[in-house]
């Protein structure tokens, strides 16, 4: 028994070194890729277009590039992690990119092989690591949670293989599952979001106030959220009164409070300050692309 138990022990052994022998797996490239840099100002059009075999970056900066080839594109969106680091050219200039490859999924397109892009022609090196970062703590007011279960038959599915999704039939639900839309109307600012998780909901949260908004309510499924708010207390940040989001001064209208507040008396929740260890992506070294 001890020797067949050697051999065997022996045998792993030689299998682990075979297979760490193994070469890296070769990147998968685009089939054919342009990468233009944008002179002057943006012209109009969609920021992305998407769909099988075929990706379309519309005005994009290197930043913004690495953070989308970095972070999952999930029904709920496109969910962007930090990046830090790198010269201050990644964040002024824009870039239009033309990618395909037959047969590629969404998934691939928008991660590893626009990845493998970016190491290929701007000769990017990044590496991911947490950071204690200053964030809002989105956790269950005094009183309990004042949400409102995700009504399924009040959104569609939709094809996230095709982004932007094609529009809704006029006679079908007012919106997608797991979208966000906000506007200001008559100087309140309005969040819709239709049955999403907190998380996601939290995300949409950290665009509005500037800094990431971590889910801590412990609370799971999928809700229909609605907020009004002051406009200028989302884009701005909280005023702060002894270390504790305040009231927007001097509301024109009953629901223009800050957001914070707002987050409270609406929907039961509660923004704190705190720190959380987030993961960021540091750029190592980039280079302006090489041509086409």
Same mark, same amino acid.
């Given at each position: 028994?001890?020797?067949?138990?050697?051999?065997?022990?022996?045998?792993?052994?030689?299998?682990?070194?075979?297979?760490?022998a193994?070469?890296?797996a070769?990147?998968?490239?685009?089939?054919?890729?342009?990468?233009?840099?944008?002179?002057?100002?943006?012209?109009?059009?969609?920021?992305?277009?998407?769909?099988?075999?075929?990706?379309?970056?519309?005005?994009?900066?290197?930043?913004?590039?690495?953070?989308?080839?970095?972070?999952?594109?999930?029904?709920y969106?496109?969910?962007?992690?930090?990046?830090?680091?790198?010269?201050?050219?990644?964040?002024?200039?824009?870039?239009?990119?033309?990618?395909?490859?037959?047969?590629?999924?969404?998934?691939?397109l928008?991660?590893?092989?626009?990845?493998?892009?970016?190491?290929?022609?701007?000769?990017?090196?990044?590496?991911k690591?947490?950071?204690?970062?200053?964030?809002?703590?989105?956790?269950?007011?005094?009183?309990?949670?004042?949400?409102?279960?995700?009504?399924?038959?009040?959104?569609?599915?939709? !094809?996230?293989?095709?982004?932007?999704? $094609?529009?809704?039939?006029?006679? @079908? *639900? #007012?919106?997608?599952? =797991?979208?966000? %839309? &906000?506007?200001?109307?008559?100087?309140?600012?309005?969040?819709d979001?239709?049955?999403?998780?907190?998380?996601?909901?939290?995300?949409?949260?950290?665009?509005?106030?500037?800094?990431?908004?971590?889910?801590?309510?412990?609370?799971?499924?999928?809700? !229909?959220?609605?907020?009004?708010?002051? $406009?200028?207390?989302?884009?701005? @940040? *909280? #005023?702060?009164?002894? =270390?504790?989001? %305040? &009231?927007?001064?001097?509301?024109d209208?009953?629901r223009?409070?800050?957001?914070?507040t707002?987050?409270?008396?609406?929907?039961?929740?509660?923004?704190?300050?705190?720190?959380?260890p987030?993961?960021?992506?540091?750029?190592?070294?980039i280079?302006?692309?090489?041509?086409?």
């Open positions: 028994m001890q020797g067949t138990i050697t051999r065997l022990a022996s045998a792993l052994s030689l299998t682990a070194l075979s297979l760490c193994q070469p890296a070769t990147p998968r490239l685009f089939d054919v890729a342009s990468i233009k840099k944008v002179d002057g100002a943006c012209p109009a059009g969609p920021p992305i277009r998407l769909t099988p075999g075929r990706l379309v970056l519309h005005c994009w900066t290197a930043r913004q590039l690495i953070a989308f080839a970095h972070s999952p594109l999930t029904a969106d496109h969910d962007n992690i930090p990046v830090i680091g790198g010269p201050l050219w990644i964040t002024s200039v824009r870039y239009d990119i033309e990618a395909k490859s037959e047969g590629a999924t969404v998934t691939d928008t991660g590893v092989m626009l990845l493998d892009l970016l190491t290929e022609r701007f000769h990017l090196q990044t590496h690591e947490p950071r204690s970062t200053p964030v809002y703590l989105l956790t269950v007011a005094p009183g309990g949670p004042k949400l409102k279960p995700a009504d399924s038959s009040a959104c569609v599915i939709r !094809d996230t293989s095709i982004f932007p999704p $094609p529009p809704i039939p006029p006679d @079908g *639900p #007012v919106e997608f599952c =797991g979208r966000t %839309a &906000s506007h200001t109307k008559d100087g309140v600012r309005v969040i979001s239709y049955s999403v998780p907190l998380e996601a909901f939290a995300a949409v949260l950290s665009s509005h106030i500037g800094r990431p908004v971590v889910d801590r309510t412990g609370l799971t499924g999928t809700w !229909d959220i609605h907020l009004e708010s002051a $406009p200028e207390s989302i884009s701005s @940040g *909280p #005023v702060m009164l002894n =270390g504790e989001p %305040a &009231s927007s001064p001097n509301p209208d009953s223009a409070v800050s957001v914070f707002a987050i409270q008396k609406q929907l039961g929740l509660k923004l704190t300050a705190g720190t959380a987030i993961d960021v992506v540091v750029v190592d070294s280079d302006e692309p090489t041509a086409n």
